[in-house]
């Protein structure tokens, strides 16, 4: 079972920065593309972000790019989302994701099979 585990959300005012971590204990993130996903309240859940396997070539949802950089540490076994510039629609529950079926990632929700439990990003005054 692959598990995942979301961390660094929070309070932020407009204009802030914060980096969520998405951390496994079970499997090597590194084999997985990883997707980052949030979802605000009355909202579908949207793809925002995601990483290829290994490659660590990335791909940005276009009301983030610029602003939002997803990375890979494999020494800690970790995904991150470093967010900066944010804005009050950017609040949302943010999820990370991973694609057991495949080596390149996708902005589409509905490939990923393993999802964390969420963190909350509220950018607020």
């Known amino acids: 079972q692959l598990q995942l585990v979301e961390s660094g959300g929070g309070l932020v005012q407009p204009g802030g920065s914060l980096r969520l971590s998405c951390a496994a204990s079970?499997?090597?993130?590194?084999?997985?593309?990883i997707g980052w996903f949030r979802q605000a309240p009355g909202k579908e859940r949207e793809a925002i972000s995601c990483?290829?396997?290994?490659?660590?070539?990335?791909l940005y949802t276009d009301s983030v790019k610029g602003r939002f950089t997803i990375s890979r540490d494999g020494a800690k076994n970790a995904v991150y989302l470093q967010m900066t510039n944010l804005k009050p629609e950017d609040t949302a529950v943010y999820f990370c994701?991973?694609?057991?079926?495949?080596?390149?990632?996708?902005?589409?929700?509905?490939?990923?099979?393993?999802w964390g439990q969420g963190t909350q990003v509220t950018v607020s005054s």
């Open positions: 994701a991973a694609d057991s079926t495949a080596s390149n990632c996708l902005l589409v929700a509905t490939l990923y099979d393993y």
């Open positions: 079970t499997f090597a993130l590194d084999y997985y593309p």
């Open positions: 990483t290829h396997s290994r490659s660590g070539s990335a």
